[in-house]
């Protein structure tokens, strides 16, 4: 077996089998996807990729799997490492468009196990990419370990993820958490005394969100290049199809020679010529049911920049989902052998997930010189009630 040294985990032990799939273009190229997106542009030691989480992933589930059989536990492993090859450019920031214009979302992957350098050596193996791919969807009993409710996926991205932004809420004590995980009949369950461990986990998620997943830095420009991204695939200067074959740097550099929009967006991100926020507002200003615009919100865009007589492409209207508290579905068996949903064990579980809509904050954001005009004509638009100040630090 060949060591690799992760900042993480210490040394993770690589069998040669694997070593084949980690050597495939498919893989290799996720050495070249930020994990994170463009959130380097907020935290920049953000640069760490896909390719070093899924060795994370990899390396936990197999602790994870110590007790199935020597088969699933092979396959397990597998699909941990190759969850993410799935990803386009930028990791989240591609995904919606991704969803939009392929119907795919970064776990549809089979198209990919598919390809003969991978499914050639899965088949040396005795595996199919079918099974694979259902594992990774999250479709199979023992895809719970890394497509679950509380599952290794989620415990290497919050710890790789503090670590690489320097923030210091991914203190966990994942060997403690590892040891009362098991299966319970079909299900993967959290031994009571598991449960502080598990709490702590959650909380640094619950923490990460502010403050590095929807940092306002990141949402900017996450929505800036979306719109541009967009606009590219829409004058056919990009297929979406090849997102999923292509890393960060290729369409960097594809985006940068294009003329019009599409290249002045990319060129603004790497200066780091970002567009500001107009109008920044949670759920004390707008009504919740807003939300459900998510996906819809281009029209308010267009109405936005028709009233204040600039391009669409110069008022962007980001409206995030509020996050899913899924873990609150995760089992807990109790010390009198009772099987109790997380969040009726858990006094802190429920204060969280009544907490994530308090951090949620919806954004329009243009260029400087419009902000003023572009913040009255949203404010009217969305009818917000009052809009809270902002300190001269946050304004960015």
């Known amino acids: 077996m060949s060591p690799i040294r992760d900042p993480i985990h210490g040394y993770i032990e690589i069998l040669p089998s694997i070593e084949k799939l980690l050597d495939t273009k498919i893989v290799q190229r996720l050495r070249d996807v930020k ?164 709490e702590a986990l959650l909380m640094s998620r619950f923490l990460m969100y502010p403050s590095v997943y929807n940092h306002h830095v990141g949402r900017i420009a996450g929505a800036m290049f979306v719109n541009a991204l967009e606009t590219a695939i829409d004058s056919g200067l990009i297929n979406p199809f090849e997102l999923q074959l292509m890393d960060d740097y290729e369409l960097n550099v594809k985006m940068r020679s294009m003329a019009g929009y599409p290249g002045e967006i990319i060129r603004r991100l790497n200066q780091r010529e970002l567009f500001k926020r107009a109008l920044y507002v949670g759920f004390e200003s707008v009504d919740r049911s807003i939300v459900r615009y998510t996906n819809v919100h281009r029209d308010a865009e267009v109405e936005i920049a028709r009233l204040a007589g600039i391009d669409r492409g110069y008022v962007l209207v980001d409206i995030p989902r509020v996050p899913e508290f899924k873990e609150r579905n995760m089992k807990v068996l109790t010390e009198n052998d009772q099987l109790k949903y997380l969040d009726s064990v858990s006094n802190l579980a429920r204060i969280m997930e009544n907490s994530y809509t308090d951090d949620w904050r919806m954004g329009v954001y243009t260029l400087p010189e419009y902000r003023e005009k572009v913040g009255q004509i949203a404010k009217d638009y969305f009818n917000v009630e009052k809009v809270p100040k902002q300190s001269k630090l946050e304004v960015a």
């Open 35 to 198: 994990q994170l997106g463009w959130t380097n542009l907020a935290y920049p030691g953000a640069n760490h990729t896909r390719f070093e989480h899924s060795l994370g992933t990899y390396y936990l589930a197999g602790r994870l799997a110590a007790d199935l059989d020597e088969q699933e536990k092979a396959e397990i492993e597998v699909a941990a490492l190759l969850h993410d090859v799935g990803h386009g450019p930028y990791s989240h920031d591609c995904e919606n468009v991704l969803e939009r214009y392929t119907r795919r979302d970064h776990a549809d992957v089979k198209f990919l196990l598919d390809r003969p350098e991978i499914a050639s050596i899965l088949e040396e193996q005795g595996m199919k990419p079918a099974t694979i791919a259902s594992h990774i969807k999250g479709e199979t009993r023992i895809s719970q370990i890394v497509n679950g409710t509380l599952d290794v996926d989620r415990m290497d991205y919050i710890l790789r993820d503090a670590y690489y932004t320097g923030v210091s809420y991914g203190i966990v004590d994942v060997e403690h958490l590892l040891r009362h995980l098991g299966f319970r009949d079909n299900s993967l369950v959290l031994y009571q005394r598991g449960l502080k461990s598990a």
